[in-house]
């Protein structure tokens, strides 16, 4: 249930360069246009890098009249009509700006070259790890360049792995992703979710494994929803939203409220479904929901913000045949802190929560009796590492991955003690994804580190003699990669007030330090780590110019457990920025970069880190690349999921956060600059027309502050660029093809932008 706890935070998923866990501009609608843009060629007075040519900047038009009263302070939203995804006028705004942005990204001989580089780079086999459903195997597989993974099936682990769905075959264009699997207990029944155009918006369809056809049913209005399958096999819970007015597509704003749990029966259409559970008076809640191990009870996780969670349950035994409301009991009632079920034995439930244990712990609850007095620990917080995820497997054994200085370990233990059994021997590095299930004793577990693309363990509980064996290894097709070529530094530097925050600094293995082009990546924030991971685009930064990647474990982020996020969220959400300005000081004292090398990126939260720093300290970078970033923090909460982030940003209506987000508002704190210390750096900014976690309208918006203030200033000569791209979301299911072209953009855009005096191409 994690999963879905986390699901309405606005990460980046799919673009970042580390692991992100927890837990991608057309417009519809055309008018008479009302205001002309010019789209003259006249090239900005100069000093770009390469001999680089920009444009004017389009005319936004300014709304003077709308202006509302925050708690006595009174505030202008003169762009408030780019809020409108369907206006003819957004459209050609948008239109306009990317006859500015595209060209000078791609009408250039770099461009192709960079592309050709990373298409070669991109093309090797990618695998998911296996996990086994009744009588098969499954995993994912990418040939190299498919749009899309495919999902294949197996008899055993070395039999002939056979196709079982391939999205690639949905759209010509890749732009129909398969977001979500389940199978029945039984492995009989297969139920997926498809998300077109990287909106979070899925249908669900249903598939017979036996015959490998879809049944006719296709569930729609579903969002942020678990898959739940009882028991029996005849069908699984899943949340939906009522009916609401206009698109449902992603390109739509309106908040998502009002959502109720569903139960559906295989074979059946989606209005015969069963309603439940509902809160009316709650219409910001999400429901989750997980059938535990023994079949007798569905469990109710439910949500509101991006943080704490509350449960209740229903008996299905005595519930019998599904055919009305189920009547619900509760276990926790406050939201003061994150349950995560892992398993259960009869009416005890087992949890992973950081309730009184900010690096989290595992309790148990007896169903019978849930009072907190009653609650016992099965194991303890550790005093350092963080507890990330827990799984219950081989039918009496936690599998337990911590997070130690942000590197991951794995153990496993008792289910009846809670004592320690085994510790799996790990590199320094990150677990990717792991699968096993309390009936089975086999287990297979990811890993994968900034120069590791990916290895694949296996091991068998019923054979504890024996160690884990590499089950599969992801390689490069690129001859001469050598891991020994690199080297990969952890440092720890003091942020503004002192505190230590750990940052990975990774570049080609020399013995002198000397001032390179540096890709400093940060997120921090919704309790979210960032641990190491391979990414083709940093190892492309780094073999292209020669480069520096960096990432600052900054705060807010959960490398550090809930005393980490908490002094990054809230009142205290300027210790995030502090901290990543901290970093990019740290790189240049001691000689990692330059001041005119160095270039700051960041996507959705991270996109808001990259808004407010380059607002902040503007002299401190050559460039910045802000991808689907929140940048209108007075009105964040007002559209699709946004009100969720109140939980980490405080909400604009209470004058204490009002008072705290005026002050670091991406959009609200643009300046015109009045010195060189002001130049803005060089600034993409990137969205995307199908984005319903962080809505486009926050980029446009700021790109239009941004442009109209630099346009008043002979100081600035760097560009500020708005790229949207069509047909793609929030980051999720994007296609390789979009992927690839959006990669090619960012790099162009550095090469464009910072002082490279080496390019390998």
């Given amino acids: 249930m994690k999963s879905i706890i986390r699901a309405a935070s606005p990460r980046l998923i799919g673009i970042a360069h580390g692991k992100l866990k927890g837990n991608n501009v057309a417009f519809l609608i055309n008018r008479n246009f009302v205001h002309s843009y010019s789209t003259s060629t006249k090239p900005l007075a100069t ?36 809020e409108d995804p369907d206006a003819a006028e957004t459209q050609a705004y948008v239109d306009a700006q990317n006859k500015i942005s595209q060209p000078f990204l791609e009408n250039c001989e770099q461009w192709q070259k960079i592309n050709t580089k990373l298409t070669k780079l991109w093309n090797y086999p990618k695998y998911g790890i296996p996990a086994k459903h009744g009588d098969f195997y499954y995993f994912h597989k990418n040939s190299g360049l498919q749009n899309q993974s495919v999902l294949y099936q197996q008899e055993t682990l070395s039999s002939e792995p056979k196709v079982f769905l391939d999205p690639n075959a949905l759209s010509a264009d890749g732009t129909i992703a398969l977001s979500q699997t389940s199978f029945s207990d039984d492995g009989k029944y297969f139920a997926y979710g498809l998300s077109e155009s990287g909106s979070d918006w899925i249908k669900i369809k249903t598939r017979d494994v036996a015959t490998c056809k879809d049944f006719d049913e296709v569930l729609e209005k579903v969002k942020f929803s678990s898959i739940a399958w009882t028991k029996d096999n005849k069908g699984f819970f899943y949340g939906r939203y009522p009916d609401q007015a206009g698109k449902t597509d992603g390109s739509e704003t309106q908040q998502n409220e009002n959502q109720k749990l569903y139960y559906h029966r295989i074979g059946e259409p989606q209005e015969k479904d069963v309603l439940c559970a509902e809160f009316p008076e709650q219409p910001s809640w999400r429901i989750g929901s997980g059938v535990t191990d023994c079949g007798k009870y569905v469990i109710l996780s439910i949500v509101k913000d991006c943080r704490d969670n509350i449960l209740y349950y229903a008996d299905l035994e005595k519930a019998g045949e599904i055919k009305s409301k189920l009547e619900i009991h509760e276990i926790i009632t406050k939201f003061e802190s994150d349950y995560d079920v892992i398993t259960n034995t009869g009416s005890k439930i087992f949890l992973r929560t950081n309730k009184n244990a900010p690096n989290y712990r595992v309790i148990c609850i007896d169903l019978e009796n849930p009072a907190e007095e009653n609650w016992t620990t099965l194991i303890p917080e550790h005093e350092k590492d963080v507890l990330d995820s827990v799984m219950c497997v081989d039918g009496n054994k936690l599998l337990l991955e911590y997070i130690r200085d942000v590197k991951s370990v794995l153990q496993a233990h008792s289910l009846e003690t809670g004592e320690l059994i085994r510790k799996f021997d790990i590199d320094i590095g990150t677990i990717g994804s792991i699968s096993g299930e309390k009936k089975y004793s086999e287990i297979f577990y990811s890993f994968t580190s900034f120069l590791t693309p990916g290895k694949i363990y296996r091991f068998d509980f019923a054979k504890p003699n024996e160690e884990p064996t590499l089950f599969r290894e992801i390689k490069l097709n690129l001859e ?116 005119d090398r160095i270039v700051i990126q960041g996507g959705s939260n991270g996109g808001l880190l990259v808004g407010a720093c380059i607002n902040q300290r503007p002299d401190l970078f050559a460039a910045a690349v802000a991808q689907v970033g929140v940048m209108d923090m007075l009105r964040f909460h007002k559209f699709t999921i946004g009100h969720a982030w109140c939980s980490d940003y405080g909400n604009p209506s209470e004058k204490e956060h009002f008072d705290n987000l005026l002050k670091y508002s991406p959009l609200h704190n643009v300046h015109t600059p009045k010195d060189a210390n002001e130049e803005y750096p060089s600034t993409l900014i990137q969205t995307a027309d199908h984005d319903d976690r962080v809505s486009p309208l926050h980029s446009l918006k700021f790109a239009a502050a941004l442009q109209e203030a630099v346009k008043k200033s002979d100081i600035q000569k760097k560009p500020i660029l708005l790229r949207v791209y069509s047909k793609a979301g929030h980051g999720a299911g994007k296609p390789t093809t979009k992927r690839i072209e959006e990669a090619t953009d960012i790099l162009t855009f550095m090469y464009k932008s910072l002082n490279v005096d080496t390019i390998n191409l």
């Fill in 47 to 82: 000093n770009f890098a390469k001999n680089m040519v920009s444009y004017d900047y389009p005319e936004a038009r300014k709304d003077e009249t709308i202006e509302e009263d925050f708690h006595g302070t009174k505030v202008k939203d003169v762009y408030r009509w780019l």
């Fill in 480 to 595: 001469g990669f050598n891991s020994n070529d690199y080297k990969v530094e952890q440092k720890f530097y003091p942020s503004k007030d002192g505190t230590k925050v750990p940052m990975f600094i990774i570049r080609k293995n020399k013995e002198t330090v000397e001032p390179r082009p540096c890709l400093l990546y940060g997120y921090g924030g919704f309790n979210i780590s960032i641990q190491p991971s391979f990414g083709i685009v940093g190892l492309m930064f780094i073999d292209t110019f020669d480069g520096v990647l960096a990432y600052p474990n900054i705060r807010g982020g959960g490398e550090y457990g809930e005393k980490w996020h908490n002094s990054g969220r809230l009142l205290n959400k300027q210790n995030v920025f502090d901290d990543f300005q901290a970093s990019a000081e740290y790189l240049i004292e001691n000689n990692y970069t330059s001041k």
